[in-house]
């Protein structure tokens, strides 16, 4: 009687420790302080279990989702962690517990995020969905084929900035703008638009800057923005080295590229490069309408500076007097433009804003109308109905 096998409590899952090897998850990003955000979580009561292994989410589906893992990758359901909260449901770039002894494995936990693309009607009151989750560096690609639209560059940069990631601007299909003139002016423009952002021109026709791009965003995760036919995939495909994702070119009435895109949505940068992650989900590419007011104080900093000088605090830069804002514009350190987006782009954000709390005080009192009829409701039952006169 001593087969050890057969015998179910003579096998403590700690009798089998798992060799503790994570360094397959070097390349996707892993390093000490999420190796501490995992231990932690692996030792909460809540998610406490035999066996678990840190996982990357590289994919997503309806209740299930892919992982890189240090055994390999795993499918694994994610139902145990699916709250109420819909910003914590898990998404791409996301770092998990994973029980992968479960037939099938699941997701025992999720890492708290460092940084998180949400994408809201409105403001933090309403509910939001994560696109992506843990990214560093916010790639908003550009192309310099048709004229550059700052006042959408500008748009762009507010919802990187909102993330939490640091933004680069890329300005791709350099090599259609061969004169350095002009080129050195959309430069110089992008830059005025852009505080505090690298700005490169990059061609994946010659080759001109992916070097520079490919340094900006070593060794981080690097999610791709940008309008559809900005050259991202072509971007993705110069990162990595190879055809990842598939570009194909195919006539159609604006000959743009359409992109079959892979199952995989989270891929590894070439080591000798530096290394690093690219995230390139769909939900991501066709960015609506965010709650990018966090980010608005970033992509306008040298307004946001400017008012600190104003006479009144709540000076709203329009005809007021001592402004420093109008001032600089007056005096030509400030364009105009610059301050026209900035009051377009609070604007937009203060009616988002406006429509959900219209929507949360419809809610309120349709709440407020059910208890009220709840309440005559028992009222009558305890008086008995009501004589008719
Ligand atoms: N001349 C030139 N053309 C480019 C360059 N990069 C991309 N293109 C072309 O631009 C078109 C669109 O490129 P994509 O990479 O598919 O653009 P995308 O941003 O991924 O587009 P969506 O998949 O619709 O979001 C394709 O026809 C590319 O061949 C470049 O550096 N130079
Ligand atoms: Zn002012």
């Given at each position: 009687?001593?087969?050890?096998?057969?015998?179910?409590?003579?096998?403590?899952?700690?009798?089998?420790?798992?060799?503790?090897?994570?360094?397959?998850?070097?390349?996707?990003?892993?390093?000490?302080?999420?190796?501490?955000?995992?231990?932690?979580?692996?030792?909460?009561?809540?998610?406490?279990?035999?066996?678990?292994?840190?996982?990357?989410?590289?994919?997503?589906?309806?209740?299930q989702c892919d992982l890189v893992t240090p055994l390999g990758t795993l499918r694994a359901d994610t139902e145990f962690v699916v709250p109420r909260d819909p910003l914590r449901v898990v998404c791409t770039g996301d770092w998990a517990v994973v029980d992968a002894t479960g037939n099938p494995p699941y997701v025992r936990a999720l890492l708290p995020r460092r940084t998180a693309f949400v994408r809201s009607t409105s403001s933090k009151r309403s509910e939001g969905q994560v696109l992506a989750a843990n990214v560093e560096h916010a790639l908003i690609a550009v192309s310099l084929a048709a004229e550059v639209d700052l006042g959408r560059i500008e748009r762009f940069l507010s919802l990187a900035w909102s993330s939490g990631a640091q933004?680069?601007?890329?300005?791709?299909?350099?090599?259609?703008?061969?004169?350095?003139?002009?080129?050195?002016?959309?430069?110089?423009?992008?830059?005025?638009?852009?505080?505090?952002?690298?700005?490169?021109?990059?061609?994946?026709?010659?080759g001109e800057g992916v070097d520079e791009l490919a340094a900006a965003v070593a060794g981080g995760t690097t999610a791709l923005l940008g309008q559809s036919g900005a050259g991202k995939s072509t971007l993705a495909n110069a990162l990595l080295g190879r055809a990842a994702q598939t570009v194909r070119t195919v006539r159609d009435r604006d000959h743009k590229g359409r992109h079959t895109t892979t199952t995989r949505n989270l891929l590894p940068l070439p080591a000798e490069r530096g290394g690093g992650v690219l995230i390139d989900t769909p939900g991501l590419r066709g960015?609506?309408?965010?709650d990018a007011e966090d980010g608005l104080g970033h992509t306008f900093a040298e307004i946001e500076e400017?008012?600190?000088?104003?006479?009144?605090?709540?000076?709203?830069?329009?005809?007021?007097?001592?402004?420093?804002?109008?001032?600089?514009?007056?005096?030509?350190?400030?364009?105009?433009?610059r301050l026209d987006s900035y009051r377009k782009l609070l604007r937009e954000n203060a009616r988002l804003a406006a429509r959900t709390d219209a929507r949360l005080r419809a809610e309120q009192h349709r709440e407020a109308k059910q208890r009220q009829a709840l309440g005559r409701h028992m009222m009558e039952r305890k008086r008995g109905p009501r004589r008719r006169s």
């Amino acid at each position: 009687m001593s087969h050890p096998s057969s015998h179910p409590s003579s096998q403590p899952s700690s009798a089998t420790p798992r060799p503790r090897d994570f360094s397959a998850l070097a390349a996707y990003g892993w390093d000490t302080a999420w190796e501490a955000a995992y231990d932690d979580a692996c030792a909460r009561p809540a998610t406490a279990g035999p066996d678990p292994v840190p996982g990357r989410v590289v994919r997503v589906d309806r209740g299930q989702c892919d992982l890189v893992t240090p055994l390999g990758t795993l499918r694994a359901d994610t139902e145990f962690v699916v709250p109420r909260d819909p910003l914590r449901v898990v998404c791409t770039g996301d770092w998990a517990v994973v029980d992968a002894t479960g037939n099938p494995p699941y997701v025992r936990a999720l890492l708290p995020r460092r940084t998180a693309f949400v994408r809201s009607t409105s403001s933090k009151r309403s509910e939001g969905q994560v696109l992506a989750a843990n990214v560093e560096h916010a790639l908003i690609a550009v192309s310099l084929a048709a004229e550059v639209d700052l006042g959408r560059i500008e748009r762009f940069l507010s919802l990187a900035w909102s993330s939490g990631a640091q933004p680069v601007l890329v300005l791709t299909k350099a090599d259609l703008v061969p004169d350095e003139t002009t080129r050195s002016h959309l430069l110089a423009d992008a830059a005025t638009s852009a505080p505090g952002v690298p700005v490169l021109a990059v061609s994946a026709e010659t080759g001109e800057g992916v070097d520079e791009l490919a340094a900006a965003v070593a060794g981080g995760t690097t999610a791709l923005l940008g309008q559809s036919g900005a050259g991202k995939s072509t971007l993705a495909n110069a990162l990595l080295g190879r055809a990842a994702q598939t570009v194909r070119t195919v006539r159609d009435r604006d000959h743009k590229g359409r992109h079959t895109t892979t199952t995989r949505n989270l891929l590894p940068l070439p080591a000798e490069r530096g290394g690093g992650v690219l995230i390139d989900t769909p939900g991501l590419r066709g960015v609506g309408l965010w709650d990018a007011e966090d980010g608005l104080g970033h992509t306008f900093a040298e307004i946001e500076e400017l008012a600190a000088d104003c006479r009144f605090a709540d000076c709203a830069h329009v005809a007021e007097p001592g402004c420093a804002v109008l001032a600089a514009v007056e005096s030509g350190t400030l364009p105009e433009r610059r301050l026209d987006s900035y009051r377009k782009l609070l604007r937009e954000n203060a009616r988002l804003a406006a429509r959900t709390d219209a929507r949360l005080r419809a809610e309120q009192h349709r709440e407020a109308k059910q208890r009220q009829a709840l309440g005559r409701h028992m009222m009558e039952r305890k008086r008995g109905p009501r004589r008719r006169s």
